[in-house]
């Protein structure tokens, strides 16, 4: 039986979030960041901070649970940061550890990882998470996982304190998790455009339509029913209807171009993915009232600034 102690390495938002909701639920959470402001920001919030990887590690009883909630892309020039980790803690894992990486990794990478780790007897688990900061506070995330499914079996007792149960589900081997993780992101980026051209239409109806109001009833038992729905309407309501303080260029991460290009090599056409994607590259040059609603969009469920 293992014990409720795990060693989490990220304290960015996601990762602040689930310290926290571990901790509510009894866990001893040592924890890491690189960055010396998210590790002060965590050491009010009572979580304890270890001064680096290998001090964290060496915190942690055998056999260790270590969570990473780091970025999946590099700066230019330098080491992925999940990789970047991996290389730098290996040296004090011992056989039977687990590692699970909880980011956005591309799955072929996160093949690659397990297979290197298993060579020294450590398990790597990659785990989709999604629903956002706030819906990990309040325990309901959705959590995909790949991997080893004796190894997923031991952890569902971890998983159970993050979300509810039927949130939680087993993918299959290394990688499966970060790819249906993945192909989860560009679906959400062609439903997040057709929301937004939408709304852009009805803003430019000949009625002069209350936005909120049309986002409060798509929100309550339509067919488009959905927490984006009801984000939207949120939206609307603390930034106004002309999202002034918004900005209608659309940041990106990396899993709708990851899920265009994976459709591509699978010979499956994505034409409703690869727009939204298009459009969010364009919208740098090309800012406008529908890269607003996506911007407001990305800032209520994932906390991503509203302006560039």
């Known amino acids: 039986m293992m014990k409720k102690q795990i060693g989490y390495v990220g304290l960015g938002k996601m990762g602040m979030s689930m310290v926290l909701r571990l901790k509510d639920a009894k866990w001893d959470v040592r924890a890491y960041d690189i960055i010396q402001e998210a590790r002060n920001t965590a050491k009010r919030k009572k979580v ?13 009883p055998t056999p260790r649970i270590i969570w990473l909630m780091v970025p999946s892309r590099a700066e230019k020039g330098e080491k992925n940061p999940v990789d970047q ?3 730098e ?5 011992s056989k039977g550890d687990i590692v699970i990486d909880g980011g956005n990794s591309l799955y072929e990478e996160t093949a690659r990882r397990a297979e290197y780790l298993a060579r020294s007897g450590v398990e790597f688990m990659d785990t989709g998470v999604s629903g956002g900061p706030g ?12 991997g080893n499914k004796k190894v997923f079996e ?9 979300t509810q149960k039927e949130s939680i589900g087993y993918m299959g081997p290394a990688g499966s998790g970060h790819f249906v993780k993945m192909i989860h992101n560009g679906i959400e980026y062609g439903y997040m455009q057709a929301l937004a051209e939408g709304f852009t239409l009805l803003k430019r109806a000949p009625f002069e339509l209350d936005l909120q109001e049309v986002a409060r009833v798509y929100s309550n038992g339509s067919v488009i029913e959905s927490r984006l729905t009801k984000w939207l309407q949120s939206g609307l309501k603390k930034y106004g209807e002309e999202l002034e303080e918004v900005s209608g260029s659309v940041g990106h991460t990396g899993e709708g171009e990851w899920t265009v290009k994976t459709g591509k090599k699978f010979h499956i056409p994505l034409p409703v993915i690869k727009a939204a994607l298009l459009f969010r ?6 800012p406008s009232y529908t890269g607003k609603i996506l911007s407001m969009l990305r800032s209520e469920f994932g906390g991503h600034k509203v302006s560039n």
């Open 281 to 286: 590259a364009q919208s740098a040059k090309h």
């Open 85 to 87: 980790i991996l290389q």
């Open 135 to 146: 819906t990990v506070r309040e325990g309901k995330p959705a959590i995909m996982v790949g």
């Open 154 to 162: 031991k952890l569902r007792f971890l998983f159970y304190d993050l």
């Open 48 to 60: 304890a901070i270890a001064k680096d990887l290998r001090d964290l590690v060496g915190q942690l």
């Open 89 to 93: 803690i290996m040296p004090y894992l």
